[in-house]
T-cell receptor, first 115, second 116 residues
Framework: NAGVTQTPKFRVLKTGQSMTLLCAQDMNHEYMYWYRQDPGMGLRLIHYSVGEGTTAKGEVPDGYNVSRLKKQNFLLGLESAAPSQTSVYFC??????????????FGEGSWLTVV | AQKITQTQPGMFVQEKEAVTLDCTYDTSDPSYGLFWYKQPSSGEMIFLIYQGSYDQQNATEGRYSLNFQKARKSANLVISASQLGDSAMYFCAMREGGDSSYKLIFGSGTRLLVRP
């Protein structure tokens, strides 16, 4: 069972470079999310999508762009990477609503270092 | 504003003993869900247990139970019979029914170390 798959797992970027993180889910979930995790701060929401073709800003959207052209894919882009974007990035997906059956499932994380 | 607070940055427990990880939350939405996730050193986020705000009984999943005290706005995770494999970071999170994004808001986490 693939679940939520993120690529790449690890990446080192130079300041000013651009890159795209790809998230793919095979659970037919409507909702998809991108979070970042920094030491001592838990996970913070960057952007999210409630369906194909829709995106919205989360808590820390600056410096990132997203696209959801297909239901199963959610892309996170860094146009001009900065050292402050060094972090672990998690993609997640779920059905909407409140129940244990609507658990949010996470990918394995992508470790990004900007030097 | 919705908020999750975990006041224990780190905790130790002896193998085979029980441990309680604290979580308090703040929300004005009467409909919400509370989640606990485990993050081992390998980094993945593993769902452990869920409690809905209207659930009458405390949630249990194997060795995990959630001590839900609605009036106090607390949702503590209890791990019974700790095992070495329980050493990990634990996150409490909340999802509000009135939030159309259904996003999870996370606490800062508690690092649990199980001693042999």
């Amino acid at each position: 069972n693939a679940g939520v798959t993120q690529t790449p797992k690890f990446r080192v970027l130079k300041t000013g470079q651009s890159m795209t993180l790809l998230c793919a889910q095979d659970m037919n979930h409507e909702y998809m999310y991108w979070y970042r995790q920094d030491p001592g701060m838990g996970l913070r929401l960057i952007h999210y999508s409630v369906g194909e073709g829709t995106t919205a800003k989360g808590e820390v959207p600056d410096g990132y762009n997203v696209s959801r052209l297909k239901k199963q894919n959610f892309l996170l882009g860094l146009e001009s990477a900065a050292p402050s974007q060094t972090s672990v990035y998690f993609c997640a997906s779920s059905y909407p609503g409140l129940s244990s059956g609507n658990t949010i499932y996470f990918g394995e994380g992508s470790w990004l270092t900007v030097v | 504003a919705q908020k999750i607070t975990q006041t224990q940055p780190g905790m130790f427990v002896q193998e085979k003993e029980a441990v309680t990880l604290d979580c308090t939350y703040d929300t004005s939405d009467p409909s919400y869900g509370l989640f606990w996730y485990k993050q081992p050193s390998s980094g993945e986020m593993i769902f452990l247990i869920y409690q809905g705000s209207y659930d009458q009984q405390n949630a249990t999943e194997g060795r995990y139970s959630l001590n839900f005290q609605k009036a106090r706005k607390s949702a503590n995770l209890v791990i019974s019979a700790s095992q070495l494999g329980d050493s990990a970071m634990y996150f409490c999170a909340m999802r509000e029914g009135g939030d159309s994004s259904y996003k999870l808001i996370f606490g800062s986490g508690t690092r649990l170390l199980v001693r042999p």
